[in-house]
């Protein structure tokens, strides 16, 4: 029973990680109706950013100030140079734009920065700790609470902000934003700030845990299954989908594990996606597009 | 660049030569009218005519062939809804387009989105001049509730109301923003009479009390003949018609554009 539960606790917290990232796709999916393949490239950017201003010797906060200043200006030359000429086009361009956009950036890091692995130390131990008897990562007890921080502030931010209550329109209807004076480029600069210090935070975090490195863009790829899970147009959703995703992984890999050679991890996310896809092609919390015809 | 001879400053829109296809299907051809300051002017036509795209290139939704929009003395070939709104120029929409997951209140707030003068990090940081806004918008918003009698449903989800509320609720996001021109596209429909009374009162209200000039369009010929003091026919993308009601009563082109089929079936049938 503890193995169970170790299982699953381990895969929960881990699945926050997964959390982190899909989130940054759930809030430009639901300002701009643009899924954003470059989420992976802006995560692996912002954390080699981090890291490189970091090596130079400047303070951790400083650094952290600096990227974000970075990213404020990524999202405010994206919204003019991409998202504005593309603007009314279908979703497909938009896509395949964003597909473009990942390639740019992630070269542009590693044209600036290198291609080498950077060690990430956030002074956080990777040492398993006993809490109740069951054995848990700390690493990921704090990674879990630095994403439960985050979605509060979000939830704030959105719920209590005029700014937030100006996304939430846009969100719900577009059209009718923009004819009330909500501006629209400039709720789109935001959103794609904001995913990208998501973003930063999710890159911190994977880069402590595997090095800031090339791989951390594929990381996208794993925030898919979790959208498909989630649904693309829910926060809660995203958080849901991470934990199912890394819950299910885990307890996967210990139970079914043994009896197919292992090797379950990375493959069983994307089983599960495909398994809702049956089931509940919205996902959990995402919404069926229902047009009159 | 304007021509004062020509702009008659008693006109605060003057829709000129507009021209609208889709695709090559003609939905307005070489429209002109005028809409005085402080009158309620209907549009009214068959489904099709061409009134609900009129709105949308007031208001910048859509852009039209050819033809200008002079709007406050300023001449517009096309106009962006956001400096639609900027300008004054509200509106609401035929099927409801509210913020459904949001608060009545919350609705109400974002109509003031053109009068936000604060940026994000003052807004973020809670400064002095963020928060007098703040409170200047809740105030505005508030006696906005009060004004359209929404008080009790101030913190509901809009998505949950029933339509005739939606649509005061949408009339009052418009409304917030302290509009020159108000543009309502069927504002009564699918209402019931009592419903229909009640919104017709504030229409009058909006206009008289508070001075605002309203464009609306309607399909009930006896609420709009009482509501409007001028009225413009569209039929088939052309104007017809174009007067005060009792001049649109009596104009022979309008009467057969309403009741050509009933004087067709008099010939079929000539007696009961």
């Known amino acids: 029973m503890n193995l169970f539960i170790e299982t699953f606790i381990g895969g929960l917290l881990a699945g926050t990680m997964y959390s982190l990232v899909a989130i940054g796709f759930v809030l430009i999916y639901k300002a701009s109706g643009v899924f954003n393949f470059a989420q992976g490239s802006?995560?692996?950017?912002?954390?080699?950013?981090?890291?490189t201003l970091k090596e130079s010797g400047i303070p951790f906060v400083v650094a952290v100030g600096i990227t974000i200043g970075v990213l404020i200006v990524g999202a405010i030359a994206i919204e003019r140079l991409l998202l504005r000429p593309l603007a009314n086009r279908s979703p497909m361009t938009l896509f395949m734009a964003t597909l473009g956009l990942s390639y740019i950036v992630e070269g542009l890091a590693q044209g600036l920065m290198g291609a080498q692995v950077h060690p990430l130390d956030l002074g956080i131990e990777d040492v398993p700790i006993f809490i109740g008897g069951v054995l848990i990562s700390q690493f990921d007890v704090v990674a879990a609470i630095t994403a439960l921080v985050l979605v509060a502030i979000l939830a704030l931010l959105f719920n209590k902000t005029r700014i937030g209550i100006s996304l939430r329109a846009v969100a719900d209807d577009t059209r009718a934003a923009l004819s009330i004076g909500i501006n629209l480029n400039r709720i789109w600069q935001i959103v794609w700030a904001v995913a990208g210090i998501v973003g930063l935070v999710a890159g911190m975090l994977w880069g402590a845990r595997q090095g800031v490195q090339f791989s951390l863009s594929l990381v996208v790829l794993k925030a898919l299954p979790v959208l498909i899970i989630g649904g693309f147009t829910s926060i809660g959703g995203a958080i849901a989908g991470g934990l199912i995703v890394g819950a299910a992984e885990n307890l996967a890999e210990t139970y079914i594990g043994p009896f197919i050679g292992g090797g379950i991890t990375p493959w069983f996310a994307y089983f599960l996606a495909l398994a809702f896809l049956?089931?509940?092609?919205?996902g959990l919390f995402g919404e069926l597009a229902i047009e009159r015809v | 660049m304007t021509n004062p001879a020509q702009d008659n400053s008693d006109h605060i829109l003057d829709v000129r030569n507009i021209s609208l296809s889709f695709k090559g299907v003609k939905a307005i051809s070489e429209l002109s009218f005028s809409v005085a300051r402080g009158e309620i002017c209907a549009l009214i036509g068959p489904n099709g005519a061409g009134k609900s795209s009129l709105l949308n290139i007031l208001n910048g939704v859509y852009l039209p062939d050819s033809g200008e929009i002079v709007f406050g003395g300023e001449h517009f070939r096309q106009i962006h809804p956001l400096e639609a709104a900027r300008r004054g120029i509200a509106r609401t929409f035929q099927n409801?387009?509210?913020?459904?997951?949001?608060?009545?209140?919350d609705n109400?707030?974002?109509g003031l989105s053109r009068h936000?003068?604060?940026n994000?990090?003052?807004?973020?940081?809670?400064?002095?001049?963020?928060?007098?806004?703040?409170?200047?918008?809740?105030?505005?918003?508030?006696?906005?509730?009060e004004f359209l009698e929404l008080?009790?449903?101030?913190?509901?989800v809009v998505g949950n109301l029933a339509y005739g509320i939606q649509k005061r609720v949408e009339l009052g996001r418009a409304l917030v923003s302290s509009p020159t021109l108000l543009l309502l596209d069927e504002p009564l429909a699918g209402m019931n009479a009592d419903e229909k009374a009640e919104m017709t009162e504030f229409?009058?209200?909006?206009?008289?009390?508070?001075?605002?000039t309203v464009v609306l369009i309607e399909h009930d010929i006896g609420i709009v003949m009482n509501l409007s003091s001028h009225v413009v026919v569209l039929d088939y993308g052309c104007k017809i018609g174009d007067g005060t009601p009792a001049e649109i009563q009596s104009n022979p082109d309008v009467i057969s554009a309403y009741l050509g089929t009933v004087q067709q079936r008099r010939a079929d049938e000539p007696v009961h």
Do not use: C, H
Not at chain 1, 42 to 51: D, E, G, K, M
Not at chain 2, 125 to 141: G, S
């Open chain 2, 108 to 110: 109400i707030l974002t």
């Open chain 2, 203 to 212: 229409v009058v209200s909006i206009n008289r009390d508070l001075g605002v």
């Open chain 2, 96 to 105: 409801n387009a509210l913020f459904k997951k949001m608060s009545v209140a």
């Open chain 2, 151 to 156: 008080q009790s449903y101030r913190d509901i």
């Open chain 2, 116 to 118: 936000t003068r604060t």
């Open chain 1, 42 to 51: 802006i995560l692996l950017f912002s954390a080699l950013t981090f890291v």
């Open chain 2, 120 to 145: 994000l990090i003052e807004q973020a940081l809670k400064l002095p001049r963020a928060r007098r806004e703040e409170l200047d918008f809740r105030e505005r918003a508030e006696s906005l509730l």
């Open chain 1, 278 to 282: 049956y089931v509940r092609p919205a």
